[in-house]
């Protein structure tokens, strides 16, 4: 139930471990804290980790008349949330589920959550090009998707995997609003100074090799990862940090690409 949410934005990478859910939680906190009301669905059946970044685990989720109801960061209801590790018992317990069942779940969750009106629906999508991703884009050709983000990091290995989610989204239709490289440096906690322990402008060489924009480079912070299991938004817990400013850049992209 998608007709109250005027932009979706997914969220995608061509390998896990790179940061994704990080970079969706805090988009839409980044969102948020711009004036937008924002949704957050985490599809991730590899690792919904959602509750975990925002502080939600254990939250209980229930169904009304009408679907499934999200689970709220606070009373503003500014920062509505629904997550497939909701339903698991125990952050450690694994979503061992066969094609049918997952595809049969991710079609529940982007049709059947009751959005009241967002101005953004941010979706965390599963790693790689799977079954997963085809249900996604299925569903979403039925409703109004703005585009796709896509996080990479600088390694090698991780660019060639983007460059597949890059065909995938060419040739499933999906409009790509960019790529943001990840994990690009350390920043060091104590003088702020960032140093490059990979490879760098990756990112940048693959956004101008498949014509699309360069959201930005978020580097290792570990004053951002302070704030996993908080709804603390790095443009107000750190406004001045690099990674900040890269998601307020981005949030501007967004706001001049979709529907006010």
Same mark, same amino acid.
């Given at each position: 139930?998608?007709?109250?949410?005027?932009? @979706?934005?997914?969220?995608?990478?061509?390998?896990?471990?790179?940061?994704?859910?990080?970079?969706?939680?805090? +988009?839409?906190?980044?969102?948020?804290?711009?004036?937008?009301?924002?949704?957050?669905?985490? /599809?991730?059946?590899?690792?919904?980790?959602?509750?975990?970044?925002?502080? +939600?685990?254990?939250?209980?989720?229930? #169904?009304?008349?009408?679907?499934?109801?999200?689970?709220?960061?606070?009373?503003?209801?500014?920062?509505?949330?629904?997550?497939?590790?909701? +339903?698991?018992?125990?952050?450690?317990?694994?979503? %061992?589920?066969?094609? !049918?069942?997952?595809?049969?779940?991710?079609? #529940?969750?982007?049709?059947?959550?009751?959005?009241?009106?967002?101005?953004?629906?941010?979706?965390?999508? !599963? !790693?790689?090009?799977?079954?997963?991703? %085809?249900?996604?884009?299925?569903?979403?050709?039925?409703? !109004?998707?703005?585009?796709?983000?896509?996080?990479?990091?600088? #390694?090698?290995?991780?660019?060639?995997? @983007?460059?597949?989610?890059?065909?995938?989204?060419?040739?499933?239709?999906?409009?790509?609003?960019?790529? @943001?490289?990840?994990?690009?440096?350390?920043?060091?906690?104590?003088?702020?100074?960032?140093?490059?322990?990979?490879?760098?402008?990756?990112?940048?060489?693959?956004?101008?090799?498949?014509?699309?924009?360069?959201?930005?480079?978020?580097? /290792?912070?570990?004053?951002?990862?302070?704030?996993?299991?908080?709804?603390?938004?790095?443009?107000?817990?750190?406004?001045?940090?690099?990674?900040?400013?890269?998601?307020?850049?981005?949030?501007?992209?967004?706001?001049?690409?979709?529907?006010?």
């Amino acid at each position: 139930m998608l007709d109250k949410v005027k932009n @979706v934005i997914v969220v995608l990478s061509g390998k896990g471990g790179v940061g994704k859910s990080t970079v969706s939680t805090q +988009l839409a906190l980044a969102l948020r804290a711009t004036g937008h009301k924002v949704g957050l669905l985490d /599809i991730d059946l590899c690792g919904p980790s959602v509750p975990y970044l925002l502080g +939600l685990e254990g939250s209980d989720i229930y #169904q009304c008349d009408d679907g499934w109801v999200p689970i709220y960061t606070d009373e503003s209801k500014t920062l509505a949330v629904m997550s497939i590790g909701f +339903l698991l018992k125990d952050r450690n317990d694994p979503v %061992i589920w066969r094609g !049918p069942k997952k595809t049969m779940m991710i079609r #529940q969750f982007i049709t059947d959550v009751k959005w009241e009106e967002l101005d953004y629906l941010i979706i965390d999508t !599963p !790693p790689g090009t799977s079954d997963e991703h %085809i249900t996604v884009m299925e569903c979403l050709r039925e409703v !109004p998707c703005n585009g796709a983000i896509i996080v990479t990091t600088p #390694q090698g290995v991780a660019l060639d995997d @983007v460059r597949k989610e890059i065909t995938f989204c060419k040739k499933t239709g999906i409009k790509l609003l960019g790529i @943001v490289e990840n994990m690009s440096g350390f920043v060091c906690p104590h003088c702020t100074e960032c140093t490059n322990i990979f490879s760098s402008n990756g990112g940048i060489e693959l956004a101008n090799l498949a014509q699309v924009p360069h959201l930005g480079t978020l580097p /290792i912070d570990p004053r951002v990862g302070v704030l996993a299991g908080t709804t603390a938004s790095v443009l107000n817990e750190l406004p001045d940090s690099s990674t900040a400013q890269v998601m307020r850049g981005i949030v501007q992209h967004l706001d001049a690409l979709t529907v006010a």
